[in-house]
């Protein structure tokens, strides 16, 4: 792996050439290299056909993939599973807990969508009941009947981290934490470890620059027997052939999606590949002294910023947050409203410069 | 739409050049329009970006997707689902269906791992007993608890078909059936009406020619409602942002898999309008006529050929299935063997030709 620097990084996305795109909160920008490496193997599939080495190519790729993703989380590859999404992660995880009616999920406030699907179908289907704390309150806020706590690594609507040491406290005691990383992955230093998480769900297509519909599913080795594999198929078990007492996986391949593309493999870990070549350290470095100019600087012209923690989203209140979203992306600057708030939000990536921080704050005014 | 004949289908698929593709089973051929299309779709996320327009890009690529799933299966979009496999939308359906301990499912024998690691789940982890008969006796076999029956459509091991008409009339009587449909969408005609049945769950990479991790989840009206819906994400509801109390989609994107990329969906589309110009009657007759040929000149040569339906699959027996497979395979012949059987089978497809059947005969011996 060649090493490239920051102007190099910022060549191999040509959306940059034209936007400030500062979406990666949403979807990452895509590079060049991910796209040759999904286009190859698609090629490859028309002119060769798709037999048994193509099945073991996939194989393959999935290793990769989940070799990468392990790396990033401070994971062993037996403890991730690869998910086409963060919501399907948590899906998996919370559908899979050991729960019974009665039973108190914790979670912040704010959260996203993807995680709030899963705490309804919880509560819908299995009698557990959901009570929302503030984020920063959370690890303080245990009531006699919780027995799973749930929040995002980093609020996707403000960037706000999470009481990390607090809930590391808290996992060490015995209750299972579990993390919609989302915003996480690729943005910040994650160490599942040093987290103490029972779960860990990420994005692919985020901060990872890898193709919609990939992520991960990190599961504590603590977990990997208590948390029920609720939906199995072939790449479920270790011995498929042997009928329906197929032996599931002993790892975390056990909770896998059914059917992940080499063409989307090929594209993840190209991507992936080339946040690596610049440094994993220098694009949460570079990510999050960006985001901080940006906060100081938005902050200087009197916008009133969200309270944020050392992350890379960056929100700020509007009087019409959907109005000068699109007036942004006239003037060829991606940011995103966020429904039911006030709220601009811009995601700031190591592919950025302070040229495209320049253009946002020239065009918010 | 531009009609083509045989031979311009033919065409279409690089590999048939060199290759006697018989493998559609598996996965199918793959044609230059459907990388043409994916291809596009990841050049224009590489430039553009994937903002606002790129979301909206997706979901009308996705309403395409299902109207022509819809379309093939003789049912509404509205009761179509997208997932990334068969066996996924095996597993939603099973997982959602009502069932109590000490209720029992039927099911076929010689089912696929995708179906049975459903049917163990619903065992280990719901109470629920499963029972195993040979297909053709499926009809006249339930028990007093039995609360469903399963079973593929076209049988995977042998090309056998579901005695359909007896289903049906059960179906009638309020039994939900759950077909497996892997190896019948785009290979023979379906028709869910006709069919009565609940659930039929299909594949996007086999007889649709489309990409690795898509496929389709029928759900008959009466079912859409009772189903419960176990994995909850942003597209299941019709008001993602109305928090832990969002209402789920009136229709069947209730079930939608979390993130499908706009590259696969292209895919699939562009896969599956190379075989609607063909025509799906065209489609369905040629699969079928030359499938009757190999298993006649089979047989003709000694072969014990598998007991089979008027479909595309044609199974024999082997000494050495795994031995003569890899022969094969070196001849540039691509059949496959079926673990714990002694079968080789060949996928026969409307892109086939007798020059195919030939190459396999000639070489087979």
């Known amino acids: 792996m060649t090493p490239v620097d920051a102007a190099e990084l910022r060549a191999a996305f040509p959306v940059l050439e034209q936007v400030a795109y500062l979406n990666a909160g949403s979807d990452g920008p895509v590079s060049r290299q991910a796209i040759a490496a999904a286009t190859t193997e698609l090629e490859h599939q028309r002119d060769a056909g798709r037999a048994t080495a193509h099945f073991e190519h996939r194989r393959e790729l999935c290793d990769t993939q989940r070799c990468h993703y392990a790396g990033l989380l401070g994971a062993a590859p037996?403890?991730?599973?690869?998910?086409?999404?963060?919501?399907?992660?948590?899906?998996?995880?919370?559908?899979?807990?050991?729960?019974?009616?009665?039973?108190?999920?914790?979670?912040?406030?704010?959260?996203?969508?993807?995680?709030?699907?899963?705490?309804?179908?919880?509560?819908?289907?299995?009698?557990?009941?959901?009570?929302?704390?503030?984020?920063?309150?959370?690890?303080?806020?245990?009531?006699?009947?919780?027995?799973?706590?749930?929040?995002?690594?980093?609020?996707?609507?403000?960037?706000?981290?999470?009481?990390?040491?607090?809930?590391?406290?808290?996992?060490?005691?015995?209750?299972?934490?579990?993390?919609?990383?989302?915003?996480?992955?690729?943005?910040?230093?994650?160490?599942?470890?040093?987290?103490?998480?029972?779960?860990?769900?990420?994005?692919?297509?985020?901060?990872?620059?890898?193709?919609?519909?990939?992520?991960?599913?990190?599961?504590?080795?603590?977990?990997?027997e208590r948390l029920e594999v609720t939906r199995r198929g072939y790449a479920s078990f270790s011995e498929p052939?042997?009928?329906?007492d197929a032996p599931l996986c002993d790892d975390a391949r056990r909770y896998d999606t059914p059917s992940l593309s080499a063409e989307a493999s090929a594209f993840a870990i190209a991507a992936y590949e080339l946040l690596e070549s610049f440094g994993w350290d220098a694009v949460h470095a570079r990510g999050d002294e960006l985001a901080s100019e940006l906060t100081l600087r938005l902050a200087e012209r009197g916008h009133a910023v969200a309270s944020r923690g050392n992350t890379t989203l960056v929100s700020w209140h509007s009087d019409e947050p959907a109005a000068v979203k699109t007036r942004l992306a006239d003037a060829g600057i991606v940011v995103r409203d966020l429904p039911g708030t006030d709220l601009l939000r811009a995601s700031v990536g190591a592919w950025n410069d302070g040229h495209d921080i320049d253009r946002l704050l020239r065009a918010v005014g």
Not at 106 to 118: K, N, R, T
Not at 241 to 244: K, P, W
């Open 241 to 244: 052939s042997a009928g329906i």
């Open 78 to 224: 037996e403890n991730v599973a690869l998910t086409t999404s963060t919501s399907e992660g948590i899906a998996i995880a919370l559908a899979g807990l050991p729960l019974a009616p009665g039973d108190e999920i914790l979670c912040a406030e704010g959260e996203h969508p993807g995680l709030l699907g899963s705490l309804q179908a919880a509560r819908d289907l299995r009698g557990v009941s959901v009570r929302f704390v503030a984020l920063s309150r959370i690890a303080d806020s245990l009531g006699p009947n919780t027995r799973a706590v749930t929040c995002a690594h980093v609020a996707w609507r403000t960037g706000e981290t999470a009481p990390v040491e607090a809930l590391a406290a808290l996992a060490d005691s015995g209750m299972p934490v579990l993390y919609d990383g989302a915003q996480a992955v690729g943005a910040i230093p994650v160490d599942v470890e040093e987290l103490g998480c029972a779960i860990y769900a990420g994005s692919g297509q985020k901060w990872l620059c890898g193709p919609d519909g990939t992520g991960m599913l990190y599961v504590a080795s603590a977990w990997l």
